[in-house]
Each structure stands twice: as C-alpha cells, then as structure tokens.
C-alpha cells in the first residue's frame, strides 16, 4: 500500500507541477520534480503508466512485478485525479 500511496501523491505532484508551471519553465520543474519524487517517495515516481509497463517487461532490480503493475497504474489515476482537483481549486483562489 505504501508504494502505491507514494505513486498518487507524485503523480499528484507531477499533474500540479505541469499545471501550474509557467510554460517557459515546464520542462526544468518536472525534472526537478521527478527527482525529487525518485528521492522522497517508496515507488521511486514512475508517474506514468508506460513507465510502469515498462519496468513490468524488466527483469532487473527496478522491475515491477506483473501482479504489482495494476495497482501502480490505478495510483496513478487516482493522483492524476487529485492533482487536477487540486489545480482547479488553485485557479479559483489566484490573485
């Protein structure tokens, strides 16, 4: 469950990231941002479901186990969803 929160909380992240950005300064944030996010979360922030697929066809020490890959992807979703409800509830507040 752990991994699975962390997922949600840096896909969270990563959407909020994107969305709030200034669109010069996108592409340096979400980097940073994913480094960070490999540093602080337990999944290591794949934040992507590719990723996950990925990592799931691996078998080195970052794979993913197929049984897990369901789980990571719907954590995912759920942060992506949260991530959005959070910049919504952003713009509505902004000066």
Avoid: C, H, K
Avoid at 18 to 39: D, E, H
């Amino acid at each position: 469950w752990g991994q699975w929160i962390a997922e949600a909380v840096a896909t969270a992240g990563l959407l909020l990231t994107i969305l709030r950005a200034a669109p010069a300064r996108v592409a340096g944030l979400v980097a940073a941002w994913i480094g960070a996010a490999y540093w602080f979360t337990a999944s290591t922030s794949f934040a992507n479901p590719a990723a996950v697929m990925g990592r799931m066809l691996s078998d080195s020490f970052a794979g993913i186990a197929p049984a897990s890959a369901l789980g990571f992807v719907v954590s995912q979703l759920l942060g992506a969803m949260v991530g959005l409800w959070i910049a919504r509830g952003l713009e509505t507040v902004s000066v």
